[in-house]
C-alpha cells in the first residue's frame, strides 16, 4: 500500500450502538455524529508488516496476537477495518479507546505497521509509525448499511 491508499481509505468500527463508516472528509469540517464521550479512536491493524504481502492465514494470526495484546491493557476495544473505497481490500483491525497517540503509534510498531489512524471529534488522521508524516482531514461518519463483514482478512 501506498501513502495515498491509507490517506484515502475508509474505517469501518463494529461499536455496541451499531456499525459505523468513517470516510475522509473535507479538512476542518465533520459530518455524523462522534460517538461516545468525545474520547479518541485510534485504529490499529496487525496486517501486511512493514508493507509486505502477508497470506490470509498469517494476517488471522497476527491480529489474533494484536488483539490479545490490546485486551491484555484493559483499554476499551472494538472490532474494525480499514480498506479502499470498493472495500475490496479489507484489514481486520482493532479500534482502541484511551491510548495517547504515542502510545498507539508505539503498539503499531510493535506490530510492523507502516501508519495507524486517530479518530477524534474534531478530525481523522493517518499518522505514521515509521517517519514524521501525517496526514489530516475531517470525517464523515454514518451507519454502515450493507451486510459486508466489518473486517475479515483480505
Known sequence: ????????????LDLPSGKLQVAPGAFGRTV??????????????????????SSADENAAAQ???????ADTRLEHYPAAGGDRAWTHVESS????????????ALGREFGQDAI???????LAVVSCTDSRAHYT?????????????????
Open 94 to 105: 482493532v479500534a482502541v479507546v484511551g491510548l495517547d497517540l504515542e502510545q498507539a503509534l
Open 117 to 123: 489512524f486517530e479518530w477524534s471529534p474534531t478530525g
Open 64 to 70: 489474533v496476537r494484536l488483539t490479545a495484546r490490546v
Open 138 to 154: 475531517g470525517w464523515v461518519c454514518s451507519p454502515v448499511e450493507d451486510t459486508s463483514p466489518t473486517g475479515p482478512a483480505q
Open 1 to 12: 500500500m501506498s501513502w495515498d491508499d491509507y490517506t484515502k481509505a475508509i474505517l469501518r
Open 32 to 53: 455524523g455524529t462522534f460517538p461516545g464521550d468525545g474520547r479518541q479512536f485510534h485504529i490499529i491493524t496487525a496486517h501486511n508488516p512493514a508493507g509486505h504481502p
